[in-house]
């Protein structure tokens, strides 16, 4: 039996999610020199157990399949059944960078919007942020609400608006996936290209989940641009921690 599209489309991402997951787990295992944390600071410092977590974010992956599969049939819909044809590459890639700039900007605002506002941040945005020390499991775990909008809301709208095909999104949205995944999962790995290419690493992202870098350093997945421009950007270096690993240091006072 022959599995359309859409269907793949809503539920490729999420596979995606717990197989690096699980890859990026194992690294944070064996390389312990690449750690931004020392081990056992998650259970230390985290108010939220790794299996509250899990759940969370499994139940997040049901909602989010039903919506973007939902997406991708009324794109479906609008063709009147016919089938959908893939663009060229020149056109695939300015959808794509269309499809991060909008999934960006959806995010950055959203997220800072929910930290300035003291009630959203107290009963929505919080759940997210007892995880002090971010990790890769946690890295889509939130409140229902907060997933709803930041991720699933924003992926659907990068979607629909960038215009790219079904097809297509199933590999933009596992790219955007394991983006995620690495901004949280606390290993800075000088030779990884998601680092070493984009200034929106697990560093940029670390400082943000610190006590002190709360409302800077909103921006995510992709780019810092929105945090460069509007002023929320928290300086910072990151330097070799006494006994092994990395650590954040930040170079100016919140």
């Known amino acids: 039996m022959e599995i359309s599209d859409e269907m793949l489309s809503a539920i490729i991402p999420p596979v995606v999610h717990w197989v690096f997951a699980g890859i990026y787990g194992l690294l944070g295992t064996y390389l312990t020199q690449y750690r931004l944390h020392p081990k056992g600071d998650e259970e230390k410092n985290n108010t939220v157990s790794k299996r509250a977590v899990i759940k969370g974010v499994l139940i997040q992956h049901v909602v989010q399949i039903a919506v973007h599969y939902m997406a991708a049939k009324v794109r479906g819909n609008e063709g009147l059944g016919a089938k959908e044809q893939q663009p ?18 959806w995010q950055y605002f959203v997220h800072r919007f929910i930290h300035v506002n003291r009630f959203l941040y107290r009963h929505i945005h919080a759940a997210h942020h007892a995880q002090i020390v971010p990790y890769v499991y946690g890295a889509l775990y939130g409140h229902p609400i907060e997933s709803l909008l930041m991720d699933i809301i924003g992926g659907a709208l990068a979607f629909l608006i960038s215009g790219m095909t079904t097809r297509t999104s199933i590999f933009f949205f596992s790219f955007a996936t394991i983006k995620s995944l690495d901004l949280h999962s606390g290993l800075y790995i000088p030779w990884n290209p998601l680092q070493a290419l984009s200034f929106n690493n697990c560093a940029f992202h670390d400082t943000h989940h610190q006590l002190k870098g709360h409302r800077h350093n909103f921006s995510q997945p992709f780019f810092i641009s929105w945090d460069k421009i509007l002023g929320t950007y928290m300086p910072y270096s990151v330097e070799e921690r006494t006994g092994g690993g990395f650590e954040i240091k930040f170079l100016k006072d919140a």
């Open 88 to 105: 060229s590459l020149p056109v695939v890639a300015v959808q794509w960078i269309i499809a991060m700039i909008v999934m960006d900007t």
